[in-house]
């Protein structure tokens, strides 16, 4: 059986959707604290994993664990218009999530892929942009040490 990873950043009628789409299979979904119970009552058979706040930003440890510690088939994050912005801290996140696929899902029940990408050259490329960053810094020390 599939294993789905759902994010829920977006409208009910976005959730309600994309749960009737996949209705059946083995299902987790993240959800903000105060929509926990109401969710859960709603959707019994969806694993709901409480994130104990509001926003997707700088999960607690013991809900990074729950999910890095899978394996997903997919993964959805869903979104309340046609377009989503401002979701860079979330596709952060599924950087470190075991997954094999990975869509935006809006409110027009449009999937749209994320492109997988290549992890060992991302981490390669994160670690020039920092070991610069150092460089510059100690040039900036150096030169204000001259002075």
Known sequence: ?????????????????????????????????????????????????????????????????????????QVYITLSGREGYGYGNVLKLIQQVNYRRAFFYNSNGDRMEIPDGNRIRDTLCRIYIEFTGFIYDIRERVAGCAE
């Open 1 to 73: 059986m599939e294993k789905i990873l759902v994010f829920r950043t977006s409208t009910d009628a976005t959730i309600k959707r994309l749960f009737c789409e996949l209705e059946g299979k083995n299902i987790d979904c993240l959800v903000q604290q105060s929509q926990f119970d109401r969710y859960r009552t709603e959707y019994p058979y969806i694993h709901f994993i409480d994130i104990c706040q509001e926003g997707v930003y700088d999960l607690p440890v013991r809900v990074t664990d729950v999910i890095f510690r899978q394996a997903y088939d």
